[in-house]
């Protein structure tokens, strides 16, 4: 009996068990790496991925506002944003995103912005000559500028400005201040504005004869 509890103490001393290897051969088989996660063996490592590219439009957020609808039940609260994007080179959008979370209205606000785009016609750093336009009880009145005068714009105007590419620019707000009409205005105005080679292309004439 003796001789036989020493044969099996030895046959355990000889195989001990290996738990790496257990581990490793049950996540190849399950198709899941050490820590639970899905396990791809296509993934790059890190240092070999490419970098991320720089986004071709920058956003800027103009206002969000909480929204509250009373219903039978009781009140249901949204929000609503107002976002600008541009490139800073006469491209320029506007666009407004509604939800029940803000991280989602200010991502519907950028997504409609970028399918809003217009080209701004310029001369220069500034606009080619002065406009005004109204949008509800708004009035935006944009006025060219000499280099080096800067953005002379405030509230909600000020963005749209920027964001399109003008550097030389004064304007005055008049009448109501609601930043989502001031925007509005703002971008129709710059949608309207022609320089002296595009109207005189409309009318089939050259600049001199203008």
């Known amino acids: ?15 001990p068990v290996n738990e790496n290897e257990n581990k490793e ?39 969000i506002r909480s929204v509250q609808k009373t219903v ?7 929000f609503s944003a107002l976002c600008v994007v541009g490139d800073k080179k006469g491209r320029v959008g506007i666009g407004t995103g509604k939800a029940r979370e803000a991280t989602n209205a200010i991502e ?27 949008y509800g009880a708004c009035t935006v009145r944009l006025m060219p500028a000499k280099e080096g005068t800067g953005v002379i714009a405030g509230g909600a105007a000020r963005p749209v400005l920027e964001l399109a590419g003008i550097k030389d620019i004064t304007s005055k707000n008049q009448g109501s201040s609601n930043k989502i009409n001031t925007v509005r205005a703002t971008f129709e105005a710059l949608k309207t504005l022609r320089t002296k080679e595009e109207v005189a292309a409309l009318r089939g004439k050259t600049v001199e004869e203008l």
Do not use: C, W
Request: no cysteine.
């Open 25 to 63: 051969q049950n996540t190849e088989r399950k198709g899941r790496n050490s820590k639970g996660g899905k396990f791809d063996r296509t993934r790059k490592p890190r240092g070999d991925r490419a970098p991320r590219e720089a986004e071709e439009f920058e956003k800027r957020m103009v206002d």
């Open 108 to 134: 519907k606000g950028f997504s409609a912005a970028k399918k809003n785009m217009i080209n701004v016609s310029m001369e220069g750093n500034t606009i080619p000559h002065a406009i005004t336009m109204k």
């Open 1 to 15: 009996m003796a001789e036989e509890v020493k044969n099996e103490e030895t046959v355990a001393v000889q195989a």
């Open 72 to 78: 039978k039940g009781g009140r249901i609260l949204s």
